[in-house]
């Protein structure tokens, strides 16, 4: 695994994300997303866990959350999330992506603020097209790319349709083969 961010990189971006919530809170990105009780929702390079706390109350005790990031320190700050409030709903994974998740097991899919920085997003998109149901959802969000180029880098390889766009983030559906 190749680390993206050196730890200094990484805890700054941290800093930047977490002003980033208080002047839009997540909850309000999450809005939407379709996410409801007893959904199993993949937070793919999800960083310091900014998602994690509204997608749990979300997806309810009978959901499920796996948080899923390459950088230690994210999974580090999942973890303490975890543990101050509680969640058993939540795991998380070191890792690239969906490595090592079921196929056809997955609801939801959040690539958020992450699809700017990586060099083939076709390896990752390929990973979540395959773990996702076939009705789930591929939530996008990254505000280093515009609506069109996000469009353009999900669904040139063929994994995923355009559903939704919405103000904050766009929607597709799975192409499956």
């Known amino acids: 695994m ?38 199993h929702v993949l937070d793919c390079g999800c960083g310091p866990g900014g998602y994690i706390e509204p997608c749990a109350k979300l997806v309810g005790p009978s959901g499920k959350i796996t948080a899923v990031d390459v950088h230690p320190l994210a999974i580090a700050a999942v973890e303490k999330i975890i543990r101050r409030l509680s969640l058993a709903n939540v795991q998380t994974v070191r890792s690239n992506c969906a490595t090592g998740l079921a196929n056809d097991s997955i609801d939801v899919a959040l690539l958020y603020d992450i699809i700017h920085s990586l060099r083939d997003p076709n390896i990752i998109l390929r990973e979540v097209n395959r ?36 103000r904050k983030t766009v929607s597709f559906k799975p192409v499956k083969n």
């Open 2 to 39: 190749k680390l993206i961010h050196s730890d200094f990189a990484f805890r700054v971006m941290t800093l930047e994300l977490r002003v980033r919530d208080l002047l839009i809170p997540r909850r309000k990105v999450l809005k939407e997303t379709p996410i409801k009780p007893g959904d």
């Open 131 to 166: 773990v996702l149901k076939p009705q789930g959802i591929l939530s996008v969000s990254d505000h280093h790319l515009h609506y069109e180029d996000i469009v353009s880098k999900v669904t040139v390889g063929g994994y995923f349709r355009l559903s939704e766009k919405g």
